[in-house]
């Protein structure tokens, strides 16, 4: 065994996990407030790689599985793992084995590979209801050859790729993927991959409306007690998107509710904040009590007492409107005031 040769493979190796780690750690502390539901991806496919003319194997058969995380409108990270089952030996058209030998450096036969990778997403189209989705992709990784390949197992890949992708509906979609694959097998090589893979959402694995649904219990306040409010004169108050600051029609909505609680002294107030669907839970639960913060601090500002206020925030978890619009989520980003 050449002592070098594996510790130069496996150096290689950590290096390749260690930029995972690092790119997923940044991803999961990203805010992803544009995305539509969940910021998560799950994709599955197959394709073909294709290897050039000169390579020991000849092109065949790719599956891949990705997991995509939305760190805005624009940008997904990516990380992918899969392989190919067999790629049958290449022999060059050459007359007979030795020559074919020859020509290969090494011929291993048949063989297979597993890889993995990691890489990053363009959204051309930035809008969040976006059903044609193109972009641009660049993409890394390290692949794993069952039978050694010029002089090692182990040979980093990546490079430049584009691809589409289409939404039936958010949990369901199509995806058309290509990259032109630079990889280092003892000398430098082009070659290509095409994938078709397929999205469908079987639940959201990384994340929990469990906060939100705790809150709720904790106050005693369900969906039903939402806007039930509005026949007492109180109304709700509207935000624009992913903002807490007041506007002036939200203000002078707030001036009249302050004259129904003004007259009303046996009633204490919970000011809930709510969310569109757009963004984490736990990112919009913080949303949502900046929202109902606010709204407290000027209803404070024009002399209702503190002790006949309350806040707590429901994030996404009760919107007004169940659609997936940008008209049901202007209706969904508000704050109740609900007397008790």
Known sequence: MDVNKSFYSA???FGFLLAICMTLSYSLSAKAEDSSKSPWTYWLGGGAYFLEGNEANKSGQLYEARIGYDIDQNFTVEWGIGGGPF?????????NAREATYSGRNAPGENWVARTNVGMLYHLDGSADRKIDPYLSVMGGM????KIREDDNWHPYGGPGAGVSYWFNDDLAVRGDYSMVWTEDGDSKINHQALLMLFYRFGDFFSSSSGSKDAGDKSGVGPDDLGANT????KPVYFDFDKSELKAEAQNTLKENAEWIKKNPAKVVSLEGHCDERGTVEYNLALGTRRAKAAQDYLRSIGVPSERLTTISFGEEFPADPGHNEAAWAKNRRVESVAK
Do not use: Q
């Open 11 to 13: 150096k290689r190796a």
């Open 87 to 95: 790629f049958e030996e290449n022999n060059y058209n050459a007359p």
């Open 143 to 146: 692949s794993f050859w069952g």
């Open 231 to 234: 026949s007492m004169g109180l």
